[in-house]
């Protein structure tokens, strides 16, 4: 039925894009306070005399280390039609799992420009009907270390060796932001926020946060206010969006809401957590034949610092 299609998309819809350096759960994934040598520019966090906040990003230094969780999860009921008569209908998913330790080796003051990155764990899982599929990425187990040079990012093995073609891909997949400034610094409105203050980020951040190509619709960000977890402040975002795909002649469509985690002294993201309800429309095998579906997907990120 088409739906390998359909589900590529979907999945390239609503995959969030980590910030380049640093995202999760719990007091134990506060990062520790930064140095003012590593500051990118931008103004410090202190708190207002009227109770709003403002937040500072800083790069992290050589040293910083930083372990990624992300998961995701889809799951859709697939109905092939032609004309009014039902041809087919079938339960398919998508999911991943991925933990990422990265090291930073190198700033220039605006963006990470070299890092050690060790994949613990990141594989893939598809299900259609009762049958499931689990792939590991070539990069499971192994280190690497990727660097800006000359304005080319350059991907070795930890010995400094050239990596494989096929690896090469997927760590360009897995590090598309690397070499960029932090995504959140211009999601971020740079003024004091109150509590409950709502806002709607520009479209180019909305692109770095969740992917280009794509429509955003129904925006809308709120700053909950800032909260002390062991002894450091964050700030939570909650967030509604309808994201908008369309491709080769599918259309998906994802009704979605969220909450993101900011560490106020550092603007290093802690949580980024987006479920929502999904819909697609898509070309069938046949002229006269077409692919619907929905169902829901949930996407958690997180990190822990040292």
Known sequence: ???????????????????PSSAAPGPSAEP???APSAAAPGLGAEPSA????????????????????????????????????????????EGKRMV????????DGRAVTKKKVRYEELVEVS????REQRVPSPLTGKTYVIALVQGRVVYSD???????????????????DFGKPPQFASFVPNRPLAPGEKFTPAKEALAD?????????DVEFTFAGAEERAGKKVGRFDFTMTITDERQGSVTTIRSKGAVLIAVQSGWPLE???????????PGDKPQRRVNGSGVLEMKLAAEYR
């Open 1 to 19: 039925m088409r739906a390998c299609l359909v589900i590529a998309a979907l999945a390239a819809a609503c995959a969030a894009k980590g910030p």
């Open 32 to 34: 520790p306070a930064p």
């Open 50 to 93: 009227d109770g709003k906040t403002r937040f500072a990003f800083v790069l992290p230094g050589p040293g910083s280390q930083r372990t990624d969780r992300e998961s995701f999860v889809l799951g859709l009921d697939i109905t092939m039609t032609e004309g009014k008569k039902v041809i087919a209908t079938e339960k398919s998913g």
């Open 100 to 107: 990422r330790h990265t090291t930073v080796l190198a700033n």
């Open 127 to 130: 299900k259609k009907g009762e």
């Open 158 to 176: 930890e010995g400094g060796k050239p990596v494989s073609e096929f690896e090469g891909e997927a760590l360009a997949k897995d590090n598309k």
């Open 209 to 217: 946060m969740f992917g280009g190509g794509k429509s955003y619709g």
């Open 272 to 282: 980024l957590a987006m479920g929502g309800q999904v819909s697609i429309s898509a």
